[in-house]
């Protein structure tokens, strides 16, 4: 059965710090892995990424995929309190269909 | 406003009432989707249109229906509400299914 495993589930940390979010997956037919940062609402799209070893960034956001060993990381260097979100992996298959893992909540304090 | 419209936003429902989600998009993407997302299960495809005129079913399907009548319009109905329908409701579009999706606001649904 596809799946996405995301870790950790949670995670605390304060403002200055990095982080690195975990993304793990089984799934046939890979197409690409989507990041999404989700708020109050609706997850809004971070990175998507296709091939092994490119690194994608976005200011203090970063990611890279490994598809030999099935995984995929995202950074984020000097956390602000607005980086408080749950971030969301997903691996689309070429049945175009995304598969969600179950999110990862970070919270940044001051 | 370009994007994707959902109503309501919340709505708490009696268990065995019907009740219908509203999704439009005004970007003519040719796919769309809903999922719904619970606590410590993520977001679940419910069920999914690959091009108006055609549906397919996702993850979790039962105890929901979904019509494509046309490109913008993709409702969710729940022919006979259950309590653990409770959730918050994400309808999506994507340009051909390829790519980064984008997502409504939800609609977070309460039945008692």
């Known amino acids: 059965e596809d799946k996405v495993v995301q870790s950790p589930l949670s995670l605390v940390v304060h403002e200055g710090d990095t982080v690195t979010l975990n993304c793990s997956y089984e799934?046939?037919?890979?197409?690409?892995l989507l990041w999404y940062k989700q708020e109050k609402k609706a997850p809004t799209f971070l990175f998507m990424l296709?091939?092994?070893?490119i690194e994608k960034k976005s200011g203090r956001l970063s990611s890279i995929l490994d598809k030999k060993e099935l995984f995929s990381i995202l950074n984020i260097t000097a956390t602000q309190t607005g980086d408080s979100a749950i971030y969301l992996c997903a691996v689309e298959r070429n049945t175009d269909k995304l598969i969600f893992g179950t999110g990862t909540r970070l919270q940044v304090f001051p | 406003i370009a994007g994707i419209t959902q109503a309501p936003t919340s709505q708490i429902l009696a268990a065995g009432r019907r009740m219908t989600l509203r999704c439009t998009q005004d970007m003519r993407h040719n796919a769309m989707y809903w999922y719904r997302q619970d606590l410590g299960l993520g977001l679940r495809l419910i069920h999914y249109?690959?091009?108006?005129?055609?549906?397919g079913k996702g993850e979790v399907p039962d105890g929901y229906s979904v019509s494509r009548a046309n490109t913008d319009d993709f409702p969710l109905t729940l022919a006979s509400a259950v309590p653990s329908q409770t959730s918050v409701y994400f309808c999506?579009?994507?340009?051909?299914?390829?790519?980064?999706?984008?997502f409504g606001s939800g609609t977070r649904l309460t039945v008692v």
């Open positions: 999506a579009s994507s340009d051909s299914g390829y790519g980064g999706y984008t």
């Open positions: 799934v046939t037919n890979f197409r690409s």
């Open positions: 249109s690959n091009t108006a005129g055609t549906t």
């Open positions: 296709t091939s092994s070893g």
